[in-house]
């Protein structure tokens, strides 16, 4: 208890233990900070990922459709339901859920 009281009492362990407080609890990169900065990075980290991958996606189509009529009228009739004036489109939306 007495190395206790003089550990307590020494101006340098003192000086130390409020300035690790202070640096992991009170400044401005303090731990709390560091975790939400962390967190973040991952996150954007995910969004470019993912961006990435729709770019690359998005040039592919565009190559397909530079090289090919036909690949362009597809992809019209797929992804933006266009026709022709002589013809009906039917949308099938198949559904995940089966009814009991």
Do not use: P
Request: aromatic letters at 14%; zero cysteines; charged letters at 35%.
């Amino acid at each position: 208890m007495k190395k206790l009281l003089e550990l307590l009492r020494n101006k340098y362990f003192l000086a130390i233990v409020a300035f690790a407080v202070w640096m992991l609890f009170f400044d401005k990169n303090d731990m709390l900070s560091q975790y939400e900065y962390r967190t973040a990075v991952n996150k954007l980290q995910q969004e470019k990922d993912f961006y990435t991958k729709e770019t690359a996606d998005v040039k592919k189509d565009l190559a397909e459709l530079d090289s090919n009529l036909n690949t362009a009228e597809k992809f019209a009739r797929e992804k933006y339901f266009m026709k022709k004036d002589n013809e009906d489109v039917f949308v099938i939306v198949k559904s995940d859920t089966v009814k009991n």
